[in-house]
Nanobody, 116 residues
Framework: VQFVESGGGLVQPGGSLRLSCAASEFTFSSFGMSWYRQAPGKDRELVASITSGGGSTNYADSVKGRFTIFRDNAKNTVYLQMNSLKPEDTAVYYC??????????WGQGTQVTVSS
């Protein structure tokens, strides 16, 4: 099983980006999905999570109201829509997939840099 992130890049403060995490596995709908981030010199932190069916989401306080996690199980993809980006959002963003049946997987990460 592979999960591949894309959509990172350089954006100005106040701008938007949409990250994608695509699964190579048809059992994608069995996985709860999360986005984490890790800034230089800091621990990896949970940003947002969504249940396997998409019915429940959870966000870190620092991103509530600005970020939205959603998934399309028909496309085996989870997204993170990031609006009103701030310099402190700069980090490598990782998707994580967890299933009690199929295990725990991480993507390779995608860099997000918020700078003017």
């Amino acid at each position: 099983v592979q999960f591949v992130e894309s959509g990172g890049g350089l954006v100005q403060p106040g701008g938007s980006l949409r990250l994608s995490c695509a699964a190579s596995e048809f059992t994608f709908s069995s996985f709860g999905m999360s986005w984490y981030r890790q800034a230089p010199g800091k621990d990896r932190e949970l940003v947002a999570s969504i249940t396997s069916g998409g019915g429940s989401t959870n966000y870190a306080d620092s991103v509530k109201g600005r970020f939205t996690i959603f998934r399309d199980n028909a496309k085996n993809t989870v997204y993170l829509q990031m609006n009103s980006l701030k310099p402190e959002d700069t980090a490598v963003y990782y998707c994580r997939a967890r299933s009690s049946l199929f295990g725990d997987y991480w993507g390779q990460g995608t860099q997000v840099t918020v700078s003017s």
